[in-house]
């Protein structure tokens, strides 16, 4: 249940972010090309691990970061040139920083794959001390973003501010930094300020000083020691002097969620966009066209709202249309249905209302807390003739057709614009027909684009592929694109019911 609910926002947000990730890469690209054509023949500066030497390499170094992948990954493809420059900087660095690939899709590293949590391609890893801490990447994907990302993750966790030279390097109107202030750096309170930045280094920048004078805002008057922590949003900055460990970290977590998460085409406010979809919160996302006349209406409306449900684990969002092209393909939206207003709940539940104003938003809120709203969910017209080798599937008749079926149903989901999608497309017709004499196995297609997918199916992009055997068994299939692979698959899972089966057999 609970890795279904991450997929389910993780999906949303790889299709909110979709449109603007791929004009910064676009970019990169741009930039890049003439250097790459004459390296070929040079060696990599990545190193190829396998289960075979893993260890072994990881015990040697201090820092290692590993690049999980899959030959058939076209962001892997896209990465492995930032990569590998990146590569032939680091290398030089002093501490030296190794960067190092795996092949996740082959079986011989399966059990790496498993042992770092791998669910996607590409996923970084930074492994310290012989790998005995393990901790995520969370930086950019060019060269040169990679190569500032690794440098900073290398050094100490937090760096000491001695000049206001220093604190405007590290403190900036952009993004978050925590700076500890001290009278000296050999108490408790540092250690314990340490600590929580060790902790959280891949999401926070971190400073500490004895001066607060060099600080940009706030109170220069307060007792030491203290932690002021710096945000681009709502009040600024805030301080605190509770330096339990536990309780600095939810310091520092609670505080950088703004009370209103801005969705647009700003790349500084992404990081709280993400941070938005991982919160385990009740999220309310608001569409509205930013340039509209009403917008200054509806976001002082909605920054009211916000902040009297405070407390009440519910996030909120507003996104520009302009920058939310990924998000109405996921949800199946139109523009014309701007402004509006949608809840979602952790189990994919959800509620909308569309063309509001900015009056309607707190009593329509009001209504889902008393539980008078009915969900929303999404479904195509069931297709009156479904004659095609290939079935057509909605949201209506998912069940009927797949889950409950007694078939055998490979079933995948696509999306009309989804290029690769197009390639399966002459290949799943192919499997169909070779199966057209035997009814207990069916191919089948939705479109995820217009349909709500269940929460069954971990859907992290298209074309993503099911299958659901007549016992009832549900499998992704992760195997070949060819014709022969998938009927291979099908012929070794189906279910062949047998005639006497009773449903109490094969439950
Ligand atoms: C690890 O082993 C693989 C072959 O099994 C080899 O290609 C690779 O170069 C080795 N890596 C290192 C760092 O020794
Ligand atoms: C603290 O910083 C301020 C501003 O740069 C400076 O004037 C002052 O001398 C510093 N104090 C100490 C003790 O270094
Ligand atoms: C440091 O953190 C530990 C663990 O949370 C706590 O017991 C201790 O009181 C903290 N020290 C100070 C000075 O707050
Ligand atoms: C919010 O979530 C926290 C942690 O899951 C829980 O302890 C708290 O009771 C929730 N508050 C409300 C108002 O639901
Ligand atoms: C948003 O509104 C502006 C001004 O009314 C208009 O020019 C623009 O086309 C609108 N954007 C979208 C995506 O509809």
Redesign the pocket.
Known sequence: MATSRVWTFFGLLLFLLLSLTLTVAAEAEGGAGGAAAGEEAEPSAVLTLDASNFSETVSKHPFVVVEFYAPWCGHCKKLAPEYEKAASVLTKHDPPVILAKVDANDDLNKGLASKYEIKGFPTLRILRNGGKEIQEYKGPRSADGIVEYLKKQVGPASSEIESSDDADKLISDKKITIVGVFSEFSVEEYENFTTVAEKLRSDYEFGHTLNTSLLPRGETTVKQPFVRLFKPFDELFIDTQDFRVDALQRFVESSSIPIVTTFNKDPSNHPFVMKFFNSPNVKVLLFV?F??ELFDTFKSKYYEIAESYKGKNISFLVGD??ASQGAFQFFGLR?DQVPLVILQENDGTKFLKSNLKPDQIALWLKEYMEGSLKPYRKSQPAPHNNNDPVKVVVADNLNEMVLNSKKNVLLEFYAPWCGHCKKLAPILDEVAVSFENEADVIIAKMDGSANDIPNEFQVRGYPTMYFSSASGKLLQYEGGRTAEDIINFIQKNRHVIDEHDSLQDEL
């Open positions: 066209n340039s509209d249309l302009d523009e």
